[in-house]
């Protein structure tokens, strides 16, 4: 099972960018995945979560109305659309992957728990930057 996360990227604030994440190995429909982020400092923030067949959503507080999170399950991948960057934003973003849709809502609102996900994209490096 691999997760393959998108190349990052340097962009300006106010601008958007979207983030994938790609199966590789298996099948992604089979899984709920989300999407997490650690800011330089901070520690690891579960910032959204979509299920794998209804297409159920999770949004942090401190992304909703920004981020959409949605899923091409034809190609095995899961988008993150990030709106309105700033430099709050700037972190490494990873994606995770579980059977459960539930448990990986509570990892998202417990991030300490994370360390009970077996599968991790590499990370993508998103700088906000003028």
């Known amino acids: 099972v691999q997760l393959v996360d998108s190349v990052g990227d340097l962009v300006q604030p106010g601008t958007s960018l979207r983030l994938s994440c790609t199966a590789s190995?298996?099948?992604?429909?089979?899984?709920?995945i989300g999407w997490f982020r650690q800011a330089p400092g901070k520690e690891r923030e579960g910032i959204s979560c979509?299920?794998?067949?209804?297409?159920?959503?999770y949004y942090s507080d401190s992304v909703k109305g920004r981020f959409t999170i949605s899923r091409d399950n034809a190609k095995d991948t899961v988008y993150l659309q990030i709106d309105n960057l700033s430099s709050n934003d700037t972190a490494l973003y990873f994606c995770?992957?579980?059977?459960?849709?539930?448990?990986?809502?509570?990892?998202?609102?417990?991030?300490?728990?994370?360390?009970?996900?077996?599968?991790w994209g590499q990370g993508t490096l998103v700088i906000v930057s003028s």
């Open positions: 995770a992957a579980d059977l459960s849709y539930g448990s990986l809502v509570r990892v998202a609102k417990s991030p300490t728990l994370a360390r009970y996900l077996e599968h």
């Open positions: 190995g298996f099948q992604l429909d089979e899984y709920a």
């Open positions: 979509i299920s794998h067949s209804d297409g159920e959503t």
